[in-house]
């Protein structure tokens, strides 16, 4: 059974619903999946100003915890079309597992939200991938075979590079059950492979 740590980062919910999808369809895949969040950077009454949702149950992560699993899907929402800071001070702080080539060989994933349609959810996973990249681990997207990411029913989250959900910009959308199932088929699809690689 495949180990999968589904590591996030949300400011106002939408992220953690995602990662909890994803986690949800890694378990169905038969996998052990854990959901863990990254440091706030944010001081604290700053945060609540903004009406950040400070009450994650999430437990937070350290950089050591990534070797425990098989497999590691990220999420962030968009910080103008690239990961936040939150999970950029998170990946810059995993140097000396980069030097020994403790991920390499585990299979990656990403997931993301905006505001818009258009604003940089591809851009902002491919920001995301790239710390899984140079860490030599093995990226799954998310394939056509999910086909709610072609709905052209309803404006809805999706792309090939991962899952993703439009919050609007007063973040007033909740996450769609088109994009919860896309969330799904990530963490099953990422937790398939890891039993493959794993056998």
Do not use: C
Request: proline share 5%.
């Amino acid at each position: 059974m495949p180990k999968v740590l589904v590591l996030y980062y949300s400011s106002y919910g939408h992220i953690e619903t995602m990662a909890e999808a994803v986690a949800e369809g890694a378990r169905a895949a038969g996998a052990e999946a854990d959901v863990k969040r990254v440091p706030e950077l944010v001081p604290e009454p700053v945060a609540k100003a903004h009406f950040f949702k400070l009450d994650q149950g999430a437990p937070i992560a350290t950089p050591e915890d990534l070797v425990n699993y098989d497999a590691i899907i990220i999420g962030a929402p968009t910080r103008f079309g690239r990961l936040p800071a939150q999970m950029a001070n998170f990946w810059d702080m995993t140097g000396g597992l980069w030097l020994k080539g403790a991920l390499i060989g585990k299979v990656g994933a990403a997931f993301t939200s905006t505001a818009v349609q258009h604003g940089g959810q591809e851009t902002t996973l491919y920001s995301l991938l790239t710390n899984l990249i140079h860490h030599g681990m093995v990226v799954a997207g998310l394939p056509y075979s999910f086909a709610g990411q072609m709905n052209m029913n309803e404006i809805t989250g999706g792309s090939p590079y991962g899952a993703t959900t439009i919050a609007n910009g007063d973040g007033s959308r909740a996450v769609s059950a088109n994009e919860q199932e896309g969330a799904k088929f990530l963490g099953r699809h990422v937790a398939e492979i890891a039993q493959k690689l794993n056998a």
